[in-house]
């Protein structure tokens, strides 16, 4: 049995602009025009790439060395790091600490401006698939690697003398005795990863939905709610909306790369992932389909809970106004004591003085009392959202 390269791999929708902005970055040149400068030399100057080239073929990529590992970057967003050593859990541990270290800053750098990332979605992209390749490894060797990474194979596929064990978090590729070209096993172990990443970000956005569902239920099923409590509801509910949104557009856009993905594939890859039993693009589209149409439902419920509260807002700025029509009553009446009331110029103010104090402090009071008295009453007001089980 013989190791012959360990990759790292992920997925972030990226399309062939990103691949020249970072061809451009590797280059010396400014990459993404905006970027703080002083920044930008020292993640380029971390990253030492050498060997760089922009490589146009089915997909194009992006492919550069730094120091003892390998990268590449195709333009639907897959990135492969990798590293000639024998012992995957030291290799994947050394591709970690530098994709944690040295690539993923770059990347953040580069991709910093534009609508932010909520961290729920964050956490979806911090995710890898690790990938072994080697020649006569029987399935005992197989099965034994998937131990040090706590997963184990629950697939196993054999074609045209290849054979691939995919767990969760881990996939052992068998070259056996055949040539295999470096581009066509790299576009293998791309294709691999997008479909695990790409079932995977489903995945997550299905319990995402899950989670935001139950968020909106828990405000919209509530029997009661005070008004002091609208403005943090609303800032919940505003939260939902951004993430829907930013994930309608990411679902949107893996189908785009889906779709591309699936044409470049019919041009080369397809033959052997069908016989691998890979070749999973209708039912990813179905899945796909499914998700996006959840989604579609969570906004709708989203936009309506807050249009609910936007109306019981409104509802109750008029008891506002309301209670500014009293004060402006209030205010009135004193002006018509005041027609009778000493003012200090006045050759009475000297006989009033005393009664005239009295009369402003106690209509004062009572206006500044009545005011907050229903200032109090309106910000405490309990607004019924859901009538209990007998109609109460």
């Given amino acids: 049995m013989g190791i012959e390269r360990i990759y790292l791999g992920t997925w972030h929708q990226r399309?062939?602009?990103?691949?020249?902005?970072?061809?451009?970055?590797?280059?010396?040149?400014?990459?993404?025009?905006?970027?703080?400068?002083?920044?930008?030399?020292?993640?380029?100057?971390?990253?030492?790439?050498?060997d760089f080239v922009f490589n146009e073929m089915r997909v194009n990529d992006v492919r550069f060395s730094s120091g003892r590992f390998s990268v590449s970057l195709s333009e639907d967003g897959v990135l492969l790091v990798s590293s000639p050593d024998s012992d995957p859990a030291t290799a994947v541990d050394a591709l970690s600490k530098f994709h944690r270290t040295v690539l993923d800053p770059v990347l953040h750098h580069l991709y910093s401006r534009g609508a932010p990332?909520?961290?729920?979605?964050?956490?979806?992209?911090?995710?890898?698939?690790?990938?072994?390749?080697?020649?006569?490894?029987?399935?005992?060797?197989?099965?034994?690697?998937?131990t040090p990474f706590r997963d184990e194979p629950h697939s196993h596929a054999s074609a045209d003398g290849i054979s691939i064990y995919a767990g969760d978090e881990l996939i052992v590729i068998d070259l056996g005795g055949i040539d295999i070209a470096q581009d066509a096993l790299t576009d293998l172990i791309r294709d691999l990863v997008f479909f695990r990443e790409f079932e995977r970000q489903l995945h997550s956005y299905l319990r995402m939905h899950r989670r935001i569902w139950d968020g909106i239920s828990r405000i919209r099923e509530a029997r009661e709610m005070r008004y002091r409590d609208f403005p943090s509801v609303r800032s919940s509910v505003m939260g939902f909306q951004k993430t829907l949104g930013i994930v309608k557009a990411?679902?949107?856009?893996?189908?785009?790369?889906?779709?591309?993905?699936?044409?470049?594939?019919?041009?080369?890859?397809?033959?052997?992932?069908?016989?691998?039993?890979?070749?999973?693009?209708?039912?990813?589209?179905?899945?796909?389909?499914?998700i996006a149409h959840l989604w579609d439902?969570?906004?709708?419920?989203?936009?309506?809970?807050?249009?609910?509260?936007?109306?019981?807002?409104?509802?109750?700025?008029?008891?506002?106004?309301n209670a500014l029509k009293i004060i402006t009553l209030l205010t009135a009446l004193t002006s018509f004591f005041g027609m009778n009331i000493a003012f200090p110029w006045e050759d009475r103010w000297h006989d009033k003085a005393d009664s005239t104090v009295i009369v402003v402090a106690v209509i004062s009071a009572a206006a500044f009392i009545v005011y907050y008295a229903l200032k109090i009453m309106i910000h405490n007001r309990h607004f019924v959202l859901k009538e209990g089980p007998n109609g109460e």
């Fill in 250 to 290: 990411r679902l949107a856009q893996m189908e785009d790369i889906m779709a591309a993905r699936r044409l470049a594939e019919e041009k080369g890859m397809a033959k052997l992932l069908a016989d691998l039993g890979m070749y999973n693009f209708s039912s990813l589209f179905a899945s796909k389909k499914y």
């Fill in 297 to 321: 439902m969570t906004t709708d419920y989203a936009d309506d809970t807050l249009k609910l509260f936007e109306t019981l807002y409104m509802e109750n700025t008029q008891r506002e106004l």
């Fill in 15 to 50: 399309t062939n602009l990103h691949l020249e902005e970072v061809y451009h970055f590797i280059r010396g040149e400014e990459g993404v025009k905006g970027l703080e400068a002083g920044k930008t030399g020292e993640l380029r100057s971390r990253l030492a790439a050498t």
């Fill in 117 to 146: 990332v909520p961290k729920t979605i964050a956490k979806i992209e911090d995710t890898f698939i690790s990938v072994i390749v080697g020649r006569g490894i029987s399935d005992a060797d197989a099965r034994r690697m998937f």
